[in-house]
């Protein structure tokens, strides 16, 4: 396997109490309409084991990108659903029970419509809680071609400890959610032949902290065969 694309994005702080059980609770970190926040991609991948008394240490770490602005509406005829606008791209996710299910995304060069979802989140999730599941998708790409999409994945609270930030602050009750996703991806001409297809593991994680409704970090690396 070869990673092609380590990414950690650092998410402008939103206060909120939680309770002390340290749950990731619906009531304290679901998605909520009118929500906005600036998004900061630095340099960093995240290497850690699972376990407790983790230290994410990104002390020193540089930006490399300029900020994208995430903005979030709501959506949907039944107002079950939920715009989150990050950059150019538009992901939509139904939020219903206990569930945050990413439904669509769309940009200038694609979209995608998944009847059957991937779960972002579904509460409660306390350390070593895990849910798993399947999604497959369709959509165009760049116009021209059928792009078809399906994997699963696997979501599970594997690692608790502390955050040190860029500036040297430590917050402490962190709890990562990490996400292991595989998907096929294909690509089809109009008469549907083939255009190109390709094999993809995913790994992402999600930095959780007492007090904050969204992640203070998201780290992605995105692997492929070679």
């Not at 002390?59 to 900020?67: I, L, Q, T, V, Y």
């Not at 593991?201 to 007492?210: E, N």
Request: glycine share 8%; net charge positive.
């Amino acid at each position: 396997m070869k990673n092609i694309g380590p990414i950690l994005c650092i998410f402008t702080l939103l206060c909120l109490h939680i309770a002390a059980t340290g749950n990731i609770r619906r009531e304290t970190n679901g998605l909520r309409a009118g929500d906005s926040f600036a998004l900061t991609p630095v340099t960093y991948t995240d290497t850690l084991s699972s376990g407790e008394n983790k230290i994410w240490d990104l002390s020193g770490a540089k930006p490399c990108g300029k900020p994208r602005r995430v903005t979030l509406t709501r959506s949907g005829e039944k107002n079950d659903s939920l715009c989150c606008v990050v950059g150019n791209t538009a992901y939509h996710f139904l939020c219903r029970g206990d569930s945050v299910i990413m439904f669509a995304f769309e940009n200038n060069l694609s979209d995608m419509v998944y009847p059957t979802g991937e779960a972002l989140l579904l509460f409660p999730i306390d350390f070593n809680s895990e849910f798993a599941g399947l999604f497959s998708g369709s959509g165009r790409y760049a116009d021209k071609w059928r792009h078809e999409m399906s994997g699963s994945y696997r979501t599970g609270a594997d690692a608790r400890g502390r955050l040190v930030t860029a500036d040297g602050d430590t917050i402490n009750n962190v709890i990562r959610i990490r996400t292991v996703r595989t998907l096929s991806s294909h690509y089809l001409t109009s008469d549907s032949a083939r255009a190109d297809s390709l094999s993809l593991m995913q790994r992402d994680s999600r930095l959780y902290a007492l007090g904050y409704r969204y992640p203070l970090v998201i780290a992605s690396a995105l692997l492929t065969a070679d």
